[in-house]
T-cell receptor, first 116, second 110 residues
Framework: DQQVKQNSPSLSVQEGRISILNCDYT??????FLWYKKYPAEGPTFLIS?????DKNEDGRFTVFLNKSAKHLSLHIVPSQPGDSAVYFC???????????????FGQGTILTVHP | DGGITQSPKYLFRKEGQNVTLSCEQN?????MYWYRQDPGQGLRLIYY???????QKGDIAEGYSVSREKKESFPLTVTSAQKNPTAFYLC?????????FGQGTRLTVV
């Protein structure tokens, strides 16, 4: 059972335009969400996160939106740059009352290609 | 520099062999995880350990084994019982819900 889903395997965007990557989840216990970026043959690197007490978090060109009622989050990249081309994973965890050992559940990933 | 070190980067295994993938961290994190990445399937959890001498099965533990004798080390053994071991393996340590990943090991069965 896929608890975190990224239904778009790939996304192609022109440089300078907005990239929107989507993620849906089914487990209502998830209360913390993260986005990771991954280049081929490398480990994922952390991008941005959001707690369920917020509906938006912004860091430079990256903004994550959370819609708890729809169990949906999205990552916006504005403006998109060719260096943003990578696989993007969303991940979710249930904080289990504040422990620091949250098990992360990942989506399938979306391949973003930004054309010059 | 602090981080997660996985070795080797590339590993070839003959059918029927057991192989062990190394994962070391100097971040002083208690929790360590092993994930497997296959095309179109994202990262799937194999095993995880929240404390030394304790570990739990993840979603796809069959055919794998782990040990956690030291806080810094969490090796993964891919046994001959794993029917489809060719994949990219990622080790991570986790602190306050953020995962720090190693560079990965590409395992290929020949």
């Amino acid at each position: 059972d896929q608890q975190v889903k990224q239904n778009s395997p790939s996304l192609s965007v022109q440089e300078g335009r907005i990239s929107i990557l989507n993620c849906d989840y089914t487990n209502s216990m998830f209360d913390y969400f993260l986005w990771y970026k991954k280049y081929p043959a490398e480990g994922p690197t952390f991008l941005i996160s959001i707690s369920s007490i917020k509906d938006k978090n912004e860091d430079g060109r990256f903004t994550v939106f959370l819609n708890k009622s729809a169990k949906h989050l999205s990552l916006h990249i504005v403006p998109s740059q060719p260096g943003d081309s990578a696989v993007y994973f969303c991940a979710a965890t249930a904080n289990a009352g504040g422990t620091s050992y949250g098990k992360l559940t990942f989506g399938q990933g979306t391949i973003l290609t930004v054309h010059p | 520099d602090g981080g997660i070190t996985q070795s080797p980067k590339y590993l070839f295994r003959k059918e029927g062999q057991n192989v062990t993938l190394s994962c070391e961290q100097n971040l002083n994190h208690d929790a360590m995880y092993w994930y497997r990445q296959d095309p179109g399937q994202g990262l799937r959890l194999i095993y995880y350990s929240q404390i030394v001498n304790d570990f739990q099965k993840g979603d796809i533990a069959e055919g794998y084994s782990v040990s956690r004798e030291k806080k810094e080390s969490f090796p993964l053994t891919v046994t001959s019982a794993q029917k489809n071991p060719t994949a990219f393996y990622l080790c991570a340590s986790i602190r306050v819900n953020e995962a720090f990943f190693g560079q990965g090991t590409r395992l290929t069965v020949v």
